[in-house]
Structures are given as C-alpha cells and as structure tokens.
C-alpha cells in the first residue's frame, strides 16, 4: 500500500478542523485517523499526526514563514522525503523540522520578511549543517 501524506495549513484543513488552534493535537490525531494518512498541520506550531495515533510538534518554525508559496515548499520537501523511502511520519516530521530552519536562516535576526524562493534556497545549508551536527554527536 501507497503511503498517504496530507498537508494543509491553519484554515486550509477540512471543516472538522474549525478549531484547529486550540485544539492542533487533538485534531491532527483525528484527521489522522479519519484519512487512514499521515498529517501535517502547518501553522503557528507545525504538528504531525500519523494514524496509530503518534503525534509530533515541530520545534523549529516561525511566524516569518506564513507567507505565499512557503506551504508549497514544505510539501515538496516532504514528497521528495517520502519518495525517497522514509516513512511518512519521518518524512513529514524532517520536512516540517528543515522548513522550520530554513525559514529562521532567510528571515535572519532579528526577522524580516521571506518569500518562499528564499526559503527553499536555505534548504541546502540547514541540511548540511543538521547532517553535520548528527555525525558529530
């Protein structure tokens, strides 16, 4: 069986998710169980849900990230990890992570303003320095 990966953004979700903000895991878990899919909920604080009920909150984002084409470069993110072979927990779990990260290094400090061109060019530099830190540890 193929794996299933649904993404959708705070508002973007199917109506059960009315209330996504106060209730993010509680809704994730539900979509996740009503598709039969895994579920990536993009928003003030990612979450990722897969149907056996294990949920994951993404530490890395930031509000510079909500804006035109940012969601766009998360789910190709997240394809590419999936076709690769990754579970789609993981797979949607390291994108949501990545994204998040790219999103810091574009937006900069203190935080500016991103497009999603800027975001996907960080992609490459927060992998590298993620995969660094990995062999390191």
Not at 8 to 26: H, K, N, Q, S, V
Request: aromatic share 2%.
């Amino acid at each position: 069986e193929a794996a299933r990966l649904l993404a959708g953004a705070e508002g973007a979700a199917p109506p059960a998710a009315d209330d996504l903000a106060a209730t993010r895991l509680a809704t994730a878990r539900r979509l996740a169980a009503a598709y039969r899919a895994t579920v990536l909920l993009k928003g003030s604080t990612t979450v990722v849900a897969d149907p056996g009920g294990a949920v994951r909150v993404n530490p890395t984002g930031t509000s510079w990230l909500a804006t035109a084409g940012s969601g766009d470069v998360l789910a190709g993110l997240a394809g590419s990890l999936l076709a690769s072979g990754l579970p789609a927990l993981d797979a949607a779990s390291v994108a949501a992570y990545l994204h998040g990260l790219a999103g810091r290094k574009a937006a900069g400090e203190p935080g500016a303003p991103v497009t999603a061109l800027a975001v996907a060019q960080a992609l490459p530099t927060v992998w590298r320095a993620v995969r660094e830190a990995a062999r390191e540890s």
